[in-house]
C-alpha cells in the first residue's frame, strides 16, 4: 500500500513484523512472570473483554544495558535523539523506554486513571501523577519494589510524566468538551456544518492547543457514535467494568459524500492529522479512502468516500470531487444519514481484540457479528452486526426523486430503517499496523443498504 498521493507523506509499505513482535511478546511474559498482578491483569483481559494485554500497553520501561539495546536495534526498533526510548518504526508496538536504574514497569493505556483504580479496588491512598486537567495522567497500581504495574492517561501527549499544567487549563477543557459535544449537527447547508465544526476547533486550540483539543474532540464523537450503536454500549460497559475506557482504539471511520470529502479532509488536517495511505479498490468497487494519523493522540481516521476510477490517480484527497448521478454504498448512507461528521456521527470504531474471544463474548451478550472480512495471520477483521436507524422521510423523498433509490427501497427504509453504524472488532498480529484493501471492499459491497433491503 504505498502512499502514491503527492501531498502524502513518505509511508512505507506496512507489512507484518514476526520478529519485533516476537520479541515483544517474549517481554511481556517475563513480566507476567515477575509480577503476579500482570498475569491476573492479563487473565481478566480475556475473559472479561475480549482483548489481549498487548492491546493495552502504552510502554515498557527497563534498564539500560548494552545488552537490551543491541537486542533492539536487531529487531528493528529505533532510539529517539536521548537514545532511552525506543520504537519500531515499521510494527504497531509499544515504545521502550530505558533508565539508568533498575526499576522494570509496565504501563496500560486506559482512558482515565481514576476509573481504572476504582475497577481494581484502590482508593485515593493510591497517588496519581498529575492534576486531574494536565495531559498525561498516571499511578502504580501494584509493584513488588522491582517491577511494577502502572496505568496511564495521555490526552495528545507523548511524553513519560505530567506536563504540569495551569489550573485555568481545567475551566477550558470543560469548556470545549461542551461545545463539542453538543455542537449542532445539522445546520442549513453542510458547508455550514463543517465551517461550525473549523470554528469551534480553532476557538479550542487557541487555550488548548491542537493536539488536546484533537483529543478532546475524538473523546465526544466517540460518545456521539456510542449512543447510537448498541454493540458499542455493551463492549464499552464490558471494559469499562475493569476502567479501561475505550483506549484500545485502532482508528474511526468517518463517511463522506464526494461534495464534502475536500471538507472533512481540510478539517482533519486543522485538527493535526496527516495523509497516509489510500486506497482504491478498483472499477467494480466504486470506492477510495484515505487514510489519516495524527502523530500527538496516534488517532487514525479511515475516510470512505465514492470513487471513480478516473479520480484514483490524482489527489481526491484535496481536489474537488464533483455530485454523481448515481451513488454507491458509500454515498447513499451519506444522503440517507447525513456525512459521518456532521449528522450521522462515525460508520464505526474499530478496537483491537482477541477476535475469537471478543466474537464469543458478544454473541453471548446479544450481539451479533457478520461474517470476517479480513481472516488472515496478522489481521483479522470483522463487524457487528449494523445497528438500523430511521431514515428522515426528506431523505427519502429527495433519494426518490433523484433516482438513487426506488420507491419499493425507500418503502422499505420507511418500515425497517437502514444500516446505520458498527462496532469493529480486530485483531493485530505481528506488529502490522496497515489494512486489507481487498477485504474492506467486499465488505463495503455487503453493508450496501439496497442490498440488505432487498
Known sequence: ?????????????????PAAAGWMTCRLEEYCAWLPAIETLQARLLTE????????????????TDELAEQLATFGFQ??????????????????????????????RVERVAEFLLAAGLDDGTPIAGAPWDSIRQACVATDGVTSLWAIERHGDRRFEPAGLPRETAAALQHHYQSFL??????????????DVAQRFTAAAEELGTDRSCDLFFATERIYWQRRNRAARVQKARQD?????????????????????????????????????RFYAGREAGWGAQVLFQPATELVVFADVDLSPDEAS???????LMPHDTLGTIGLWCKLHGDAMLQAGLHHLECQFDFTAAGHQLAAAGVDTMEPFTWLEHLKQAFTTGERWPVAEHRLVLAVESGWITTDEAQQFRTAGAIGSHLEILERNDGYQGFNQTGISDIIRKTDPRGLNS
Open 1 to 17: 500500500m504505498k502512499p502514491d498521493a503527492p501531498h502524502s507523506d513518505h509511508w512505507p509499505d506496512w507489512s507484518p513484523q
Open 49 to 64: 473483554t475480549g482483548t489481549r494485554l498487548l492491546d493495552w500497553v502504552d510502554h515498557l520501561q527497563l534498564p539500560a
Open 79 to 108: 532510539s529517539d535523539e536521548t537514545g532511552t526510548v525506543w520504537q519500531h518504526p515499521l510494527a504497531l508496538l509499544p515504545r521502550v523506554r530505558t533508565v539508568s536504574n533498575d526499576e522494570r514497569r509496565l504501563a496500560i
Open 182 to 195: 453538543l455542537r449542532r449537527r445539522d445546520l442549513a447547508t453542510d458547508a455550514e456544518g463543517f465551517e
Open 241 to 277: 467494568q475493569l476502567g479501561l475506557g475505550w483506549a484500545n482504539h485502532d482508528h474511526h471511520t468517518y463517511r463522506s459524500s464526494r461534495e464534502n470529502f475536500v471538507r472533512l479532509v481540510g478539517l482533519l488536517e486543522q485538527m493535526g492529522f496527516r495523509c497516509r495511505e
Open 314 to 320: 490524482g489527489d481526491f484527497a484535496h481536489q474537488g
